[in-house]
């Protein structure tokens, strides 16, 4: 069976539920010099009615230091105990081919903003007794516009943390029945 052109420029009809263990949510930020990179464990999503809606649970962040995943829970980044959950809903999606556009609003610390998001998709692929649908995007945000403004200045004066964050979303979508 072949995908016509115009299956090619929609987005797949039905409800998607997020397959949380082949799927992952990610940060990188540049960091004195280097790359600082971080994922979220507790993740849901589900893409249904041609919009796409997620979250992570800010205790589920997992970078490789103990001591710097609590203070990513603190007040200083996520601030977990009032802001528990990061939210995002895309209020557009555009496919042409593999590729894709969704914007929405991302939440974070309690903080709502507008974002784009551009990666590929591709086309349902049978599993098992259903279908699974796979979804990359990506997109970068200024954290200091949601109220996440902890940085320390470097022995140059610069500062220690970039304030552009690059997000990456890693999707696999169930078919519900």
Do not use: C
């Not at 507790?42 to 962040?61: C, K, P, Q, T, Y």
């Not at 590729?99 to 998001?117: C, D, F, M, Q």
Request: net charge negative; glycine share 10%; hydrophobic share 35%.
């Amino acid at each position: 069976m072949s995908i016509t052109t115009e299956e090619l420029q929609i987005v797949p009809v039905g409800t998607w539920t997020l397959d949380p263990i082949h799927s992952s949510i990610g940060f990188e930020v540049a960091y004195m010099g280097g790359t600082f990179r971080g994922d979220f464990n507790d993740v849901d999503g589900r893409l249904a009615d041609g919009r796409l809606e997620g979250s992570a649970r800010v205790a589920s962040v997992q970078v490789k230091d103990e001591n710097l995943e609590a203070h990513l829970q603190s007040p200083d980044f996520f601030d977990a105990e009032r802001h528990p959950v990061l939210r995002f809903e895309s209020s557009d999606i555009e496919r042409e081919g593999d590729e894709v556009t969704v914007r929405g609003e991302i939440e974070i610390k309690g903080v709502t903003r507008p974002v784009e998001l551009k990666g590929t998709i591709g086309a349902p692929t049978p599993k098992g007794e259903g279908e699974v649908l796979a979804v990359n995007l990506e997109t970068v945000i200024d954290r200091t516009n949601f109220g996440v403004n902890w940085n320390m200045p470097l022995p140059d004066g610069k500062p220690a943390l970039s304030n552009d964050v690059e997000l990456t979303a890693t999707l696999f979508l169930n078919r519900e029945a």
